[in-house]
Each structure stands twice: as structure tokens, then as C-alpha cells.
């Protein structure tokens, strides 16, 4: 340690404790700057001595007894409040000696009441003076409490800075005794409070994304989110003023889950077999019950036949849907939309007659983002119900192609997680907008597969989550799409079924391509080391690519049943019929797998690019069969015999079959 006298340059090492004393319990001087000199003072000096002005000292803990000239040894002035959020300095017993001193260079200073003569007495011993931020009830004047009365270390105010060591004597001339400068000190506390609450504002404008454009990802904060036909946010998470409707939803929350699917029109079923909710029927409750907002992602938009220049009947429930839409704009629920581009349906109209009804729309350039496209296809209703599955906003995936999803209401701390997915997108669909390294905070998710969220959907324990793709649009605590598929199946013990409609181990849309066995090797150690019957029926129609087979032949030679192993394909076909004349239509388009533990809902094909380039959602689902009521069925159960009614149809075709012959166009 270096030390000169006087104000001048001081250099200490000495242990920094919050409480105000080194190791060996001597208490310590405080050293500040001041006019570029660091001064080295006792720290029982008052506020309106010079050397104290000039080096600006605050009061940690006295020292011990035996240092000459300082209080006794356990006494240390004690804070309390005088007033909500006002800091008063009280004290009861002063020390011998050294409780009327004055500093020869001049009187009391404002902010402190000092009454140094006996009572009644006057003159610049009573002078009265309020300090900023202090009222002025709140000064009194300085005196010591003893040790019992003290405030245990950590509550009430203290310094911010601990001082170094006090050593023997003192080396600051001046002739002011050691009088307590409370009020400097608690005037740094205000202004330090101030300037805490200050940052903190900021950092809250930041964090509501209330303050910046989303291309400007070195600010931090995103941009507002979709807007209320008035002008305001309506989004549920960056809307302040809707926080307490939402908590006022949360505590009203009963969550329920209802699958939903789309069958092919002419694709019949065994009388009295499982069947879901239309998908069409679901679709229009939810915009029945739209009151503030309709927030949908979707690969494209055709709900009309002439968006594909088709005149056919079937089209009538699409048409129906966007009608609905359109009186959802005139009642002033907000609609937002966020969609691929470029688009596949070239001709469609449907976004634009919904965007001169007063509907936002931003197209995500996603392919130049990540490589890939805008698959994901979900609602978010009100914040609170959601829709999710396999089924784009097409009229032909109500009539004529077969779908699966699940619609969730009255669940808004999960539709509230889905929503920040939404937004992902919608920054992106900004002019200019740019990948960010790191996801602002507000986008972060805490509900994830290790932390579901845990709720009781129908009277049944649930465990519930969603997960997302690719990675660069995964923010922090978002499971990725296929850590949650790769868990699903990980956790299988007895079954595990699933369906889609392209099974590629490679990659899909990349030349040349490459291998990738990370679901194939999954499917196979379930079925080879853990004993799980597998099961995989993957769509067969006009537009299959016939390198696909060789794949799912693979799989289905592991098959063996002598050892236990069992690992089962088949190809799902829809039959054409008389509905030739409709384009990329009759085909099972479902994503989902079930296991006797949980079951996914996606929208994803199973294939390398999905995973790494192009959006999806997935949700994953839990139920305790323990915990149903009678005549109640676990999600898992529900979706296992849809599967099962679909493995067992004469629609689904075991490879030796497909390969006799039997192509994918089979015209029933």
C-alpha cells in the first residue's frame, strides 16, 4: 500500500466486504475521487466540513474500539424509514464527548437538522434546511444507537462502495471532529435509486419492444407487433396494457384439447370407427369465438377455386372460411398473417382482398433468410385458443386432402408461448430484416420439454409443449423440432407409431444430396434394442418421389420377429376417384407420431431439410391415463386410434404390395 497525507494520491489493496469491516473486524475509511486526487479520510466526518465536501464521504461501519478519537466501540448510526420510500437517519444515544462538535470552518449544511446545544437553544445550531428528496419530517437530528439496536448486515441502506482498511490516525488535515455525514450519504442513495430506476425504464422499453425496428438487432428490442385496427399493439405479449386481462385469462384458464382432422371426400370408413372433429367445423368455432385477434402463420393462402382455376363444390367450406375472415375485419378483430414468400399459389387473391378489409400481412422471405420456407401452420386466437397440425389455409385441405391437427382453448399461457413464435416470424417479414445472433429476451420461452407446462386439460394431468425449426429461429428455452421428436421416440417403451408424408433419411431440397440418418437410427434402436413396436405409414400419391422407397424398404427388412423385433411400413393411398381435375390434392398430408407415453403433433415431413432451414411448430403432449376421468381418453390414446383405424383400412398398403403393382395413383 502507498499512502501520502492530505489529499493526495492514495493506493489500497486492502479486502472489500459489504458489511463495512475487513477480516479482522477493524472498520475501514472510505476513499473517493475528487478533482482527480483520491483523499484518504476517517469516515465520521460530516458532510459540511471542506475536506469532507471536497472528497465526497459516505459512512460505512465505525471502527472498533481503541482507535483514538473515533465513536466507542458497536455504535453506528442506524437507518430507518420515515415515510413510504423515505430513508431517515435516527439515533438515540451519541457518544461522549463528540456529540457537539462543530467543524470550525463553517455550520450545519442542508440536509441535516443538527441540534448541538440543549434544548430550546438557538442560533446556527437550530438551522433547518430540507436536502433534495428528503421531506422534511424526515430530518432528524444525528445521534448513536448501541449495537443491540442495529440492523442485521444486508438490511436497510448502506453504502454501495465498501472502503478500504482504516489504519492508526489520521491523514487528512482539518479540524472537523467525526460527525455523521448522513445526508451526503442518503442523498447518493436517492440519486443512485434514481438512476437504477432509470436504466431499468429503459431496459423495460426494450424488453416490451416498445422502442426500435427489428433490423436494428444491435438495439436489442424488436418491433412492435402486429397492431390493433385503432393503432394498437395486439399482440398478447408486447401489449402492456392487455398484461392484466391476461392474468385475469390465466386464472380463468381451462384448458382443452380436441383433435381435429380433414378426411378426402369419397374415403370411407368402417361405420363406428374413431373419428376427430372436422377440421372445417373447428376452423370456423375458433373465428366464432375471435373477439380482439386472429393471428395465423401459413406456408401459402388459397381458399377459393379460382385461386387454381378450379370450379368444383368442394371449394364451398374455403370460401365460407374466408368470408368469415372478412366479417372478423368488419367487427374490429385484428387479423395478422404471416406467410411464405415467394408463394406457391401464384394466383391467389385471398390476401389481398383481406388486406383492403384493413388484415396485416408480411411475407417472410425465408428462403433468404435460412434457405428453406415459411411450413409452419397455426393460429393463435385471442391469446388464449390455438389452432396447429398439418393443414395449410387451402379449401382442399378441408375436402380433399387428409389432415391432422389439434385445437387447444381457453389455455393462454400456452397460446402465449405459441404467439412468440408467431412473432419470430412477423420481425422477419420486415423490410431489410436480418437474422439475429441471439434472440432478444423477450422471445425466450419457458415452457420446454424440460419444463412443460403442467396443467389439468379436462380434469387430466397434462404435460404440454411446443417446439420449433430450424435453430436459427429457436430463441432461448425453445425445444427444437427435433430434439422433441428424437425425445418422443427415445421415451418409447411399447409402441411407437407414426405418420407422414415424406420419409427422406437425406436431405431433400440440396444437390447434391446428403445422408442423414439421425430419425432413421432413432426408429431402428427403438426397435432392435428397446423392443418397441414400430410402425411408419408414409403417403403415396401423384407427386411421391419413388427414391423414397428403397428407404422404407431398409426399415422393414430390420423386421424380424423371431427376435423380437418389429418394424412395420406402409404407404397410404387416397384414392382419386373423379376428383382428377384438382391439382396436389388426395393425399394423406398428416404429421404426427404416438407412443404409449406422449404424442407429437407437427408439421413437418421427415427429412433433413425440414429440420435445419425450413419453419415448423410441433406440439407435444402427455396425459396420465390415471388421472382421466371414466369414459375420458388420454390425447395419446385418441391419436393411436386414429392411426391404428387408418393402418388397418384397405387405404394402406404394405410395401410387397405397393410393389406387385399397386401404384400411387390408385384410382379406388
Known amino acids: 500500500m502507498h ?7 492514495t493506493r489500497t489493496h486492502a479486502p472489500v466486504l459489504g458489511d463495512g469491516l475487513n477480516p479482522s473486524g477493524q472498520a475501514r475509511v472510505r476513499v473517493t475521487w475528487a478533482r482527480n486526487r483520491v483523499c484518504r479520510v476517517p469516515t465520521r466526518w460530516p458532510p459540511h466540513c471542506p475536506a469532507a465536501r471536497e472528497c465526497g464521504v459516505t459512512t ?41 462538535q462543530h467543524c470550525k470552518s463553517g455550520g450545519p449544511q442542508e440536509g441535516l437538522s443538527r441540534h448541538t446545544g440543549p434544548p430550546g437553544q438557538s442560533g446556527r445550531g437550530r438551522r433547518s434546511h430540507r436536502g433534495p428528496g428528503l421531506p422534511a419530517q424526515g430530518l432528524l437530528a444525528p445521534v448513536w444507537r448501541t449495537r443491540e439496536h442495529v440492523q442485521p448486515p444486508g438490511r436497510g441502506l448502506r453504502p454501495a462502495l465498501a472502503s478500504p482498511s482504516w489504519r492508526q490516525g489520521w491523514s487528512v488535515s482539518g479540524e472537523c471532529g467525526p460527525r455523521d455525514p448522513g445526508g451526503v450519504f442518503l442523498q447518493l442513495q436517492v440519486r443512485g435509486m434514481l438512476v437504477l430506476l432509470c436504466l431499468g425504464a429503459v431496459t423495460l422499453t426494450c424488453l416490451l419492444g416498445l422502442g426500435s425496428s427489428p433490423s436494428a438487432w444491435s438495439q436489442g428490442c424488436p418491433e412492435e407487433g402486429p397492431a390493433r385496427p385503432g393503432g394498437l ?25 380436441v383433435l381435429v382432422e380433414s378426411i378426402p371426400q369419397d374415403l370411407r370408413s368402417v361405420a363406428g370407427s374413431p373419428a376427430a372433429q372436422p377440421l372445417a367445423q373447428a376452423w370456423m368455432q375458433l373465428l366464432d369465438a375471435a373477439r380482439e385477434s386472429v393471428h395465423v402463420a ?10 387454381i382455376g378450379v370450379n368444383d363444390s368442394s371449394s364451398q367450406p374455403g370460401e365460407a372460411l374466408l368470408q368469415k375472415l372478412q366479417q372478423l375485419l368488419d367487427r374490429n378483430v385484428s387479423l395478422a398473417v404471416a406467410t411464405s414468400t415467394p408463394t406457391p399459389a401464384k ?3 385471398d390476401l389481398q382482398v383481406l388486406e383492403s378489409r384493413g388484415a396485416q400481412v408480411r411475407h417472410v422471405p425465408m428462403g433468404k433468410l435460412t434457405g428453406g420456407v415459411l411450413h409452419s401452420k397455426f393460429w393463435v386466437v385471442d391469446g388464449r385458443h390455438i389452432y396447429v397440425g398439418s393443414a395449410n389455409m387451402d379449401w382442399r385441405s378441408l375436402t380433399q386432402v387428409k389432415e391432422l391437427g389439434a385445437v387447444i382453448y381457453n389455455c393462454s399461457r400456452l397460446a402465449q408461448d405459441l404467439e412468440k413464435t408467431f412473432q419470430t416470424y412477423w420481425v422477419l417479414g420486415t423490410p431489410r430484416a436480418v437474422l439475429p445472433k441471439r434472440w432478444p429476451q ?25 417446439s420449433a425449426s430450424p435453430p436459427s429461429l429457436c430463441p432461448h428455452g425453445r425445444t427444437r423440432d427435433l430434439d422433441a421428436l428424437l425425445a418422443v421416440m427415445g421415451a418409447a417403451r411399447e409402441f411407437l407409431y407414426a405418420s407422414v408424408m415424406e420419409y427422406f433419411p437425406t436431405t431433400r431440397f440440396r444437390h447434391p444430396a446428403s445422408y442423414w440418418p439421425v430419425l432413421d437410427t432413432a426408429l431402428r434402436v427403438a426397435a432392435f434394442s428397446r423392443g418397441v413396436r414400430v410402425r411408419l405409414l408414409v403417403s403415396c400419391w401423384l407427386n411421391t418421389d419413388p427414391r423414397m422407397f ?46 404409449e407415453k406422449a404424442a407429437y403433433i407437427g408439421t413437418s415431413n421427415w427429412s433433413e431439410d425440414y429440420f435445419s432451414s425450413t419453419s415448423g411448430v410441433g406440439l407435444v403432449v402427455s396425459q396420465r391415463a390415471s388421472g382421466a376421468q371414466p369414459g375420458v381418453s388420454t390425447v395419446q390414446e385418441q391419436l393411436r386410434q386414429l392411426f391404428e383405424r387408418d393402418w388397418s383400412s384397405r387405404y394402406a398398403v404394405g410395401l410387397d404390395g405397393q410393389a406387385q403393382g399397386q401404384d400411387c395413383v390408385w384410382q379406388g
Not at 386481462?245 to 384439447?257: E, F, G, V
Not at 401459413?298 to 385461386?307: I, K, N
Not at 424398404?553 to 423371431?562: D, F, I, K, V, Y
Request: net charge positive; hydrophobic share 30%.
Open 550 to 595: 428403397p428407404f422404407l424398404r431398409s426399415l422393414q427388412a430390420l423386421s424380424n420377429p423371431a427376435a423380437n423385433v418389429s418394424m412395420d411400413v406402409k404407404v397410404f393411398i387416397v384414392p382419386v376417384g373423379n376428383h382428377s381435375n384438382i391439382p396436389f390434392s388426395r393425399v394423406n398430408h398428416s404429421k404426427f407420431m404416438v407412443t
Open 233 to 257: 399493439g395486439s399482440r398478447v405479449d408486447w401489449d402492456p396494457r392487455g398484461r392484466e386481462a391476461r392474468r385475469r385469462h390465466q386464472r380463468k384458464d381451462s384448458c382443452r384439447l
Open 298 to 307: 401459413s406456408f401459402y393462402w388459397s381458399l377459393t377455386g379460382p385461386d
Open 442 to 466: 423477450n422471445f425466450s420461452s419457458h415452457i420446454n420439454r424440460f419444463q412443460p407446462l403442467r396443467d389439468h386439460f379436462d380434469g387430466v394431468p397434462t404435460t404440454v409443449y411446443f
Open 60 to 100: 460505512p461501519r465505525p471502527r472498533a474500539a481503541g482507535d483514538a478519537g473515533h465513536p466507542a466501540q458497536g455504535l453506528r448510526p442506524l437507518l430507518h424509514t420515515g415515510g413510504p420510500g423515505v430513508a431517515r437517519l435516527h439515533t438515540a444515544l451519541r457518544p461522549a464527548g463528540e456529540g457537539s
Open 3 to 9: 499512502m501520502h497525507t492530505g489529499c493526495t494520491r
Open 347 to 349: 394466383n391467389s387473391t
